[in-house]
């Protein structure tokens, strides 16, 4: 299934929708409302969502203090999108709106049990760093993933 999605920086009226997206991805382990509305003060420019008619992702991507380097904090898709292209969408967006402001490299942590999401982030390049033991409130590991952009 392939859709064309816009993607542009969040807005406060968008927080009811990304938090049911968050809820059907994350389950007990979603954010809260007041993490993402930090998270729209902090990083405006790079808290993104991706629109088919209504919104069906979002990103959140923030710059750290040293400048040369972000942090792909979450991504998440409904559930009735995912596979459609929304995801790489809000990647390439990210991707470009951080060249664009002369950042070199991009990390992330991913569930090591994620296999999907891993998949996904290899496709665009992401390589392991290492392994993050019991990163996770569940305890589960994390894997450290990053690009070089």
Known sequence: ???????????????????????????????????????ARISPRLFLVAEARRVCGYSIACILAAGARAELVSIAIDPAFLGSGAAAALMESTFR???????????LIVKITNRR???FYENFGFR??????????????????????
Do not use: C, H, N
């Open 1 to 39: 299934m392939s859709r064309r999605f816009s993607v542009r920086p969040v807005r406060q009226r968008d927080l009811p929708r990304i938090l049911k997206i968050e809820a059907a991805s994350f389950g007990p382990d979603a954010y809260d409302r007041k993490l993402f509305a930090e998270y």
């Open 97 to 107: 709106r951080l060249r664009l402001r002369k950042i070199a490299r991009i990390t």
């Open 117 to 119: 999401a891993r998949r």
């Open 128 to 149: 392991k760093l290492r392994r993050a033991p019991a990163y996770y409130e569940d305890g589960a590991d994390g894997i450290l993933m990053a690009k070089e952009l």
